[in-house]
């Protein structure tokens, strides 16, 4: 199966906007600058986590702003986060993404004052989507939608990406040890499979969707929603319970690291682990996971692949 099999699948793309009331929101207006960003769904609200490459600290105003957002610096990149205490906001996004089974936030950005979240979804939970979108629409002001229509596939969508911010791939190899193939997400699901992270969270676990070589065998009663019998299309929730995925996960939720297409890919032993990280965030990303390969030797853990994004 490839990578890309859960993108095949989620025909329809919606992007949200609001008019941001954040320090950075203004910032940026003022500006008229336009900013990569990581949201990050917590249990009461919804954190924001911006990068802004170290060239752009030598104008003033940048500078003070990063002073003022006690901004911190990791290698060539400012990190500064916010939450977004907006309870209905939180809400809505968290019932849009979550409710709705089949929704994958991709990428949020901020652009001079306006926030934007890109998303793709199942055609069939249409209505469901509406209905968010009435309701967030009659509670906050500001809230719009820029476009609601055909996906037009993930490599499109991370080329607007890309003219924000230069986007790297960055793949992991791992053998799954034999008796780990005994534990979630191994045992619950087939020798065959493709999962993609929905949404990133500051929390231990999220909700994916997974596509199958084959059907699973009572799905609900290993922790499956079957949504497509025909697409062996379920939504799965990754408890890690698995030590070494449980690592690898919790150095990135800690770090609050910005990744596009946060996907998995599992073949009878063999995992395989694709994301597009921004270029100015590839030493935190690796930094973070330092470590890994020592704590956990038997799942002979490699770093396969660092390229510039590239896509037909």
């Not at 793949?171 to 990133?200: D, G, Y």
């Amino acid at each position: 199966m490839d990578l890309d099999a859960v993108d095949r699948v989620l025909d329809m793309r919606i992007i949200f906007s609001l008019t941001g009331s954040l320090p950075v929101a203004e910032f940026t207006k003022r500006l008229s600058l336009e900013l990569q960003s990581g949201l990050h769904f917590g249990e009461d609200s919804l954190e924001l986590s911006f990068f802004i490459p170290d060239e752009l600290a030598a104008n003033r105003e940048i500078a003070i702003f990063l002073a003022q957002s006690n901004a911190t610096k990791e290698g060539n990149v400012y990190f500064s986060n916010f939450g977004m205490a907006t309870e209905d906001l939180h809400k809505g996004l968290k019932a849009a993404i979550e409710e709705t089974k089949t929704m994958v936030a991709d990428n949020l950005w901020l652009s001079s004052g306006t926030y934007y979240l890109s998303c793709r979804f199942h055609s069939s939970e249409l209505q469901r989507v509406t209905g968010v979108v009435l309701g967030l629409a009659q509670k906050i002001e500001g809230f719009s939608v820029k476009y609601l229509g055909p996906n037009p596939g993930l490599p499109a969508i991370l080329k607007d990406v890309k003219k924000i911010a230069n986007l790297m791939e960055i793949r992991w190899q791992v053998n799954v040890p034999e008796e780990s193939r005994k534990s979630n997400p191994f045992s619950s699901l087939t020798n065959n499979w493709v999962l993609e992270s929905r949404f990133m969270t500051t929390g231990m676990s999220a909700s994916e969707l997974v596509i199958t070589n084959e059907k699973v065998s009572d799905p609900e009663d290993k922790g499956l929603v079957l949504i497509d019998p025909e697409l062996n299309l379920y939504e799965f929730k990754l408890g890690l319970d698995n030590p070494f995925l449980k690592g690898f996960f919790r150095n990135l939720y800690l770090t609050k690291m910005v990744r596009f297409c946060r996907t998995l890919r599992y073949d009878n032993g063999k995992l395989e682990l694709l994301s597009y990280i921004p270029e100015v965030l590839i030493y935190s990303y690796i930094s973070s996971l330092s470590g890994l390969s020592d704590e956990f030797p038997e799942w002979e853990l490699s770093l396969s692949k660092v390229a510039n994004a590239q896509w037909l």
